[in-house]
């Protein structure tokens, strides 16, 4: 049998894997700082849980990778220093981001990790990475789903021109 035939965690990462799951520690790492930013300027109550919620998914994926790379041997990328807890009110009203400024945040940055989950995923050899970054892929899924319906329920939410079809003129 081969070196990639076995055990999962004891082959070897090759390269794209070892790029791959570092940038996206990286990413994963300045989104969670990013969140922590809106929350403290978030006002409403349904996008303040879903940040928190996309906060605590960041977290798992660093617990995650984390794991992973210091396994194998890999060096970590930066962690940006936790955002404080600031009262939403004590930002002035033209340095505060908006409600649903922080709600197309949240939609493009889920929207490009699931990307990012997709690539990651198409490039492994090893199942067990694949299978992390599927996991990752389905809970981002699930927490964009939420995005989207907060968005249409609030408001908030800015179509692209929408195609209505010409209703056939019978002669």
């Not at 400024?101 to 492994?124: D, H, N, P, R, W």
């Not at 699930?142 to 195609?163: D, F, T």
Request: charged residues 25%; glycine residues 8%.
């Amino acid at each position: 049998m081969g070196i990639l035939s076995g055990n999962p965690h004891e082959e070897p990462m090759h390269y794209g894997e070892v790029f791959s799951t570092w940038s996206f520690l990286l990413t994963t790492k300045q989104a969670k700082a990013d969140y922590q930013t809106k929350l403290n300027h978030a006002g409403d109550d349904d996008l303040r849980k879903l940040l928190e919620e996309c906060i605590e998914q960041c977290e798992n994926e660093e617990k995650q990778i984390e794991t992973l790379l210091k396994e194998n041997g890999i060096g970590l990328p930066p962690t940006p220093p936790e955002r404080p807890k600031a009262c939403t009110e004590d930002i002035p009203a033209g340095a505060r981001y908006s409600d649903p400024e922080i709600a197309a945040f949240v939609s493009a940055t889920l929207g490009a990790g699931l990307v990012a989950c997709s690539g990651i995923m198409a490039q492994c050899i090893r199942e067990d990475i694949g299978m992390m970054f599927g996991q990752f892929h389905t809970q981002k899924a699930a927490i964009a789903l939420k995005a989207l319906r907060l968005n249409k329920e609030k408001g908030w939410l800015i179509p692209p021109p929408l195609h209505k079809t010409k209703e056939a003129v019978c002669v």
